[in-house]
């Protein structure tokens, strides 16, 4: 049975930070079920898609933020 995932879109920052690290901890154990595991890739890459989205996103707000208040 392929795990039931929530929508990355629907999930903080940290709510995908912590399930990477359980997904982790998941796939780098003795008990991982083998059937699994490409689930959880895939969940895990699109956790990180989007983590790097948001990131990006925060770093180029912070430059614009910046930016406007050197130019003030």
């Known amino acids: 049975m392929t795990p039931t995932f929530r929508p990355v879109k629907d999930m903080t920052y940290n709510e995908a930070v912590n399930e990477l690290d359980e997904i982790l901890k998941l ?6 079920d083998v059937d699994l595991l490409a689930a959880y890739t895939r969940r ?3 956790l990180i898609t ?3 989205r948001r990131l ?3 770093d ?3 430059r614009a933020i910046l930016a ?3 130019a003030k």
């Open 56 to 58: 990006t996103a925060t």
């Open 68 to 70: 406007d208040f050197e």
């Open 60 to 62: 180029e707000e912070i």
């Open 50 to 52: 989007e983590c790097r």
């Open 44 to 46: 895990a890459t699109e």
């Open 27 to 32: 796939t780098q154990g003795d008990t991982c």
